[in-house]
Each structure stands twice: as C-alpha cells, then as structure tokens.
C-alpha cells in the first residue's frame, strides 16, 4: 500500500468533518527533528478545529519506520518535546485513530501507542527495535506497551527487537483491528468511538502486573551477565519502575536511561555500523541512475560446500538456479545437502513444508556447462586452482548468453586474470560468499579492473535481493577481509610459538572485557579447516609475493603437513571430544619444536599485549587496504568484520575501536612490539596512513 504525498513533514486536512494529520518525510517518515516540529501546528490545527476525530497517518510505502537516529548524536537532544506531543494526542477528548501500513516501528509505534485506537494493514509489521542500536524506546515505549500487552511480551518485544505481524499484534492486543484500508476503517471507528470516554493507554492497568517481579527478576539476572549491553538492563529498570511507581515516574527512568545509553560506546558503536551498512550500498563512481541487467536465472557452477549454499541463498530470494557439477556423484551430494537441509528447516517448523518444497523446486541439477547458456548471470565456485577457474571462464565465456554476468567465488585467486581468461573482462566480478553461504550475511563484492559498472551496480543489487550486506572491495591477496584476518592469524600464531596456548589467545579476545569476538584465531580455522588456511598460505609464500621470513605461520603450514586439519580431523589447534575444544599437546610441542628451529624465545604474554598483537596488525593492514584504494571507507571494514567475522557490532568494529583508542597509542604500541619482537617482513612498521592519523590526531572516521 502506497498513499499519496502531501509535500509536508507533518500536515492536518478536514474531510467529511474527521480530521487527517498525515506524516510525509520520504523515505521512510522516520521521526526527525523537522517532523517533530511540525507535528505541534498539525495538532495544534485539530485541536483548534471542530473536527469529529483525528485520524494519525502516513504517507507513501509506510507509516513511520522508526526515528532519524542522527538526531541522538546532538548532545542536546532529549525526547521531552515528542512525549509531551504524544501526551497531546493521548489527551485529546475526541476519538483519535492511528492508520497504519508498512513498517511501524520505533518511534513509529510510539506515536501508534499514544492514540485512543489503531488499525493496520494485515502486512504491517510492527516492532520496537531500539535495542539493536543499544538503545531503549526513549518516547514511552517501554511505559504505554506494558500498559497495552502485558509486561511479559512487552519486555519480549523491547528485548528482543524484533518486529511482529500485524496478526500477532491483534491478538496480543497492541492493535485493535486489520483492514486493508486503515484510513477508511480509522473513520469508521471514529464515529463508533465518538461519545465514548477515550482509551488513554497510559491509565490502563498493566494485564499482568500481579506477576511483574517474576516476569522481571530473571531477566534481570540475564542482562547482568552481559554488563556489556547496558540496554538491556536499561530496558528493564524502566519496565520495572513504570509497574511498580507508576507511569510518571517510569517516563522520568525511561528518559533518563535512554539519555544514558546514547552516550555509551556499545550504543555508538551500534548505530556506526546502522550507518556503516548502509554506506556500504554506494559506490562513489557509480551514479545512481546506472541501469541494471535484468537477472532471474543463475547459474552456479561447482555443487561442492560453496555452490549448494549460495544455490540456496538465491533460490531463498526466488530466483531459478541451475546447479552443475562436472563430477555427477559432486551434483548428487549436493542436490541432496540442499534438500536435506530443506526438509531439516521444515521438520523444526523453521519454514513450511509448502515452503521447503517451492525452494528446492527452484534448483535443479545439470552435469553440463551446456546447461548455463542462457542463465542471467553465473557464480563459479569450482576448486580454488587458478589454471582450473581460468579454463572455467573461457568455457563460460564461450558458451553464455551476452549480457550474462560471469562472478567468480574465489577466496584468494585474482580476479583480473580470470576476467581475461573469459574474453569478455567488463563482464566479470568476485562474490565472494562466506560460509555457510546460505546463512552468512557477508558478500564481498570484487570489483576488477574492466568490471563494468552496470554489472557491479546489478550484482549490489542482486546481493541485496538475496539479502546480504555487500561490500565492494578491490583486487588483492585476500581482498578485505581474509587480508586482514591474514595478520591476526600470523600473530596468533607467533605467540604460540613463544609459548601463549590457543585458548589463552582465543580466551582474551572472546572476552568482552577485551574485544567480545565470536571466535577467536585458532577456533576460527579449526573450524574452517586447517588445511584451506594452510593452503593458501603455502601458495602465497610460493608466489614468491608473500612473506619471507622462514617462520611465518610455520605452525599452520606444519599442522597441514602433520594432518592436524581442524573439527574435521578431530584435532587441531585444539583437540575435539565432540564440540568440545580442549588442549591439544601435540601442537603444543609443534609450536615449541618451531621455536626452536627458528631460533624464537619463549615468553610471557599479559591479556593487553595479546589483544594489541592481535587488533593492531589488523588495524594497520586497514590502514594500507585503505590507502591502496582497495576498500572504499573505512566503516565498510567495520562492515566486513561485524557481517562475516564474528567481531560484535557493539564494538563498532576494528576501525571503530581503532579510533577509541587513537592512532597514537597504536601507532605507539606498534613501535613497542617491533622493537621487543623484531621487524620481520617489516610486519611492526605502521602504515603511512596510520602514522599520518597518529601525527595529525586524525581518525578513521574522518577520512
Ligand atoms: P568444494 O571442493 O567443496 O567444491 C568444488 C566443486 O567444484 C566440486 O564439487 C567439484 O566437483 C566442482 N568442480 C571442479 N571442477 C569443475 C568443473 N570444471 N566444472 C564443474 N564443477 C567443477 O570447494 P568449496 O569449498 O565449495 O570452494 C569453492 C570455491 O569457493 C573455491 O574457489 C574456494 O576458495 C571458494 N570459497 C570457499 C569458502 C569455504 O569456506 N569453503 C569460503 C569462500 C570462498
């Protein structure tokens, strides 16, 4: 549903004698400063007006989708001015009605929650997703849901941030009625309402409050043990004082705690990587209007562990896929993991089993090349061997329709040459899809040289249909951010050949008290395998473009040699009694013969210097992949780590973090490590890009 435009933020019109105050701040109405300004003349103008009723709408494709959180970052923000115009509404004594459609969420709801009665659409989805910006609802939301749904589902939904359907909405009670015009249906409920003592939801009863204490006390033990997302906590003291001391002061805890909360760095670091995201969709050359190739069919070459699940990520968004492999018992596997994996998402009731089947109907299996010639677009993902994708591309090249897309899914190999391999380069690029491809968010997006623009701004199109976040990087070893996990890895490695055990390592940066990573290095490739890392490695130093120095990642490289491959071989960095890592002597004694080969001391490490040696590598390599033109900002690094690494949103990300700490102090630390450790392969010379930030006092995100 689409209603059409006012061209004012906020305006009031009389029709049949009911008032409409309709709310037009394209894109999505989101609640900003202008809004609120011009929401007191509209209600200003009702209130003055003998209108029956008001009406509380929006138009085009929503109703308000939240608030324009750039307006948080002025210190002299506070929500007084849009509570004291909810309480407006809420006061009125005439029948006040909200129409809504689209997505209501926020501050959105918060305006629906202040009228007398609202209807949605049945594809409304409504929610209160502060908390996925460290936030809590800061204009009464955590006062008038509990008021409307219960404080059981109210924390539910402030907790959890996710947004529910109109359907469940009404049942629940937040919303009173579904039709599939709510501005018509709004006036009819006006003139039924008209008469009636008006439903303000700030006197009602909270439905559950008899149980308030038991509803709240576990969900306040949760949220102390994870002090590092104050919002939650937040969230439920202002629950917990609008039940117990009343709406009054429930509404003084709620400011103030949201006030709190906007200055606090998980906060800031949430809404970095909101804004980081979708920064990441533009590409400075590439103007909007680029037309984009159509693409309906894919073809995915390759149905190993990489080809079935970006298969299933494109058939998920309804796209028809084809499948080949050039080893039929490879398809079979394939064909077969995809289909098991549909019925294992039906069985735990994830997805329909109708759903399950249209899916796996959209994929079908082909043991010819032949086979995509008249595909929109192709994502090769055969074995990672440059002579093999080579040939690949001149196959496809050959045989594709014009005007296909020709991606190539490699990890390391370069795009450039794989592109002249196809005689046609403009219509090559890298996808890069991380693992489980059907499930990660991440998709890095390889610009090469001849790309063409239309084919890059159609596959950042594409990537966004089959919902991943896109980043666009240049060509190099690694692109991104393997480049960069390059160096955390090297380290990780490094102190455990002076003696630091993994899970000494893993341990500080999976604390949130340090860096709060999902994984650390050595649980992160035993779980991708040893032996992939190892590999790439391996080639890399044969290259003769890698690194010299003898010991680099020699422990990596003689783990692949002893068969320590990871979860897969059921030993590692670790060794595995199921999931269970535990430690594993034998690397242990790996690492100390290494050491010893390669002449290195043993010491001891302190949590500060294996979270410096870990971060601050990466930040540097940053620092060069920015310089080098190869990532076009620095928030989408961030992107690239909180979307396919595991590093939390709530830190913002390494460059985020980096400019925390400040380029000096890592610039300083930098200059400390070489000196102790030496300068191998020049690994402790910081960047110029770095020095620069650490000389000027500059940081990453002013650049
Ligand atoms: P895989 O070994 O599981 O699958 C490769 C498949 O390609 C096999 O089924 C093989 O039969 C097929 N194949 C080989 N030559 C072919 C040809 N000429 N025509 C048709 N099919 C052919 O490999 P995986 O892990 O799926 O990797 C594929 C690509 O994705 C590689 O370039 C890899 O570097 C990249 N990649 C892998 C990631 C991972 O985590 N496994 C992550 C990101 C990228």
Redo the contacts with the bound molecule.
Sequence with gaps: MTKPSTGQAVSFHIEDGIGFLTIDQPPVNAISLAVIAALGPALDAFEASDARGLVVQAAGRTFVAGGDITMFDDPAFTPAPLNALLDRIEASNRPVVAALHGTTLGGGLEIAMACHHRIADPATRLGLPEITLGLIPGSLGTQRLPRLVGLEKAAGMILGGKPISAGDAQSIGLIDAIAEDPSAAAIAAIDTLTGTEPRRTRVQVIPDLDRAEAILAPLRDVAASTPWHPAKAAAIEALSTGATDGYDAGEATETRLFLDLVKTPASRAQRHIFFAERAARRISDLPGDTPLRRVETIGI???????AGIAMAFANAGFTVTL????PE?LDR?LTRISQDYERLAARGRLSADDADRITARISGAES?AALADVDMVVE????DMD??C??AAELGAICKPGAILAT?????DVDRIAQASGRPEAVIGT????PAQIMRLLEVVRARDTAPDVLATVMSVASRIRKTAVVTGVCYGFIGNRMAEVYMRESEAMQMESATPGQIDGVIEDPAWLGMAMGPSRMLDM?GVD?GARTVIEWIASGDGPQDPAYRALCRAMFDSGAHGQKTGHGYYRYEGRTALPNDDTHALAAQLARQHGITSRDHDAQEIFERLLYPMVNEAALILDEGIAQRASDIDVVWTAGYGFPAWRGGPLFMADEIGADAIVAAMHRHGATLGNADGRWTPAPLLSRLAREGGRFSDL
């Design positions: 070459l390759g149905a190993g562990t990489m080809g080949v492999d050039a080893n490879a394939g090349i993902a055969v074995f990672e093999l994708k040939r690949v899914n490699t990890s390391t190999l890069h899809f991380f693992s991708a992939v």
